[in-house]
């Protein structure tokens, strides 16, 4: 038997409305779902009553599954003739574990498909009422992350630049560690960042501030992200006083 194609479909930042057309039909067509643990259920809901749903997430460092055995789980369904969607938060080939995944299947000659999805870092400037690259601003946008497999701290290649939208996945929940590496890398304590918790869910929380104070920022639940950059400034400047952060006397700091 011919074995049926895996499809890496991008579940975008978690507002079902934000899904791909061609995300919406594999999903309601799928006969096997593996997801990631950050996936919800409003769009696992999305799902035909018939389809096999899986939880293959890895989060936080706690693994209930290795990734040897997400590749078998997909390549056993596939040779089975089940259609396969692997579910991954955002785009799938973004910080996650695409490439393996890949190889393991070109390995054992069974076809995929890649189904982009919406990046947080773009539901999340969205959302801000922002442009990742505002022309008077910002010409250009790097994506990092501080984990990675060697499990290190993320590297600055290069010296920091007014004129870049810096989209840093992962930062954590304690922001401390990382404002200290940003300032020692170069980057001026007054440049507009704002944390985003959840973008696009209905939990969603930001806090805008400045690098100087991004220590002070309060723990916000994951997945988080923090925007970096001038491109934030008018943010950072009109941002509300959301109600849970009401008694803060440091919220917001202008740049």
Same mark, same amino acid.
């Given at each position: 038997m011919t074995p049926a194609t895996v499809h890496f479909v991008g579940a975008g930042p978690g507002d079902p409305e934000l899904l791909t057309l061609r995300a919406y039909r594999l999903l309601r067509s799928a006969d096997v779902i593996l997801h990631d643990d950050l996936v919800p259920a409003a769009i696992l809901a999305? %799902? %035909? #009553?018939? *389809?096999? +749903?899986?939880?293959?997430? $890895? #989060?936080?460092?706690? $693994?209930t599954i290795s990734q040897a055995q997400i590749n078998a789980l997909m390549i056993d369904a596939a040779r089975r003739g089940l259609e396969v969607v692997r579910l991954k938060s955002g785009d799938p080939g973004i910080f996650g574990r695409l490439a393996e995944e890949i190889a393991a299947l070109d390995a054992a000659d069974v076809p995929f498909e890649i189904v982009p999805g919406l990046t947080a870092g773009a539901a999340a400037a969205a959302s801000l009422g922002a442009s990742l690259t505002d =022309?008077? /601003?910002?010409? =250009?946008?790097?994506?990092? @992350? =501080?984990?990675?497999?060697?499990? @290190?701290?993320?590297?600055?290649d290069e010296a920091p630049r007014d004129d870049t939208t810096y989209l840093i996945y992962m930062p954590g929940r304690d922001l401390t560690a990382l404002r200290r590496e940003l300032l020692a890398a170069g980057f001026a304590p007054d440049f507009? *960042? &704002?944390? &985003?918790? =959840?973008?696009?869910?209905?939990?969603?929380?930001?806090?805008? @501030? @400045?690098?100087? /104070?991004?220590?002070?920022?309060?723990?916000?639940?994951?997945?988080? +992200?923090?925007?970096?950059?001038?491109?934030?400034?008018?943010?950072? *400047?009109?941002a509300p006083r959301p109600q849970i952060f009401a008694d803060s006397d440091s919220f917001p700091l202008a740049p």
């Open positions: 999305l %799902a %035909a #009553r018939s *389809a096999q +749903i899986q939880n293959v997430g $890895k #989060r936080c460092g706690v $693994k =022309r008077h /601003a910002s010409s =250009r946008v790097v994506i990092l @992350t =501080r984990h990675h497999s060697h499990e @290190t701290a993320a590297g600055w507009p *960042a &704002v944390v &985003v918790s =959840r973008a696009s869910n209905p939990e969603q929380r930001e806090w805008a @501030t @400045t690098l100087a /104070a991004l220590d002070q920022a309060p723990p916000l639940d994951p997945p988080s +992200i923090l925007l970096l950059g001038r491109a934030f400034a008018n943010v950072v *400047a009109r």
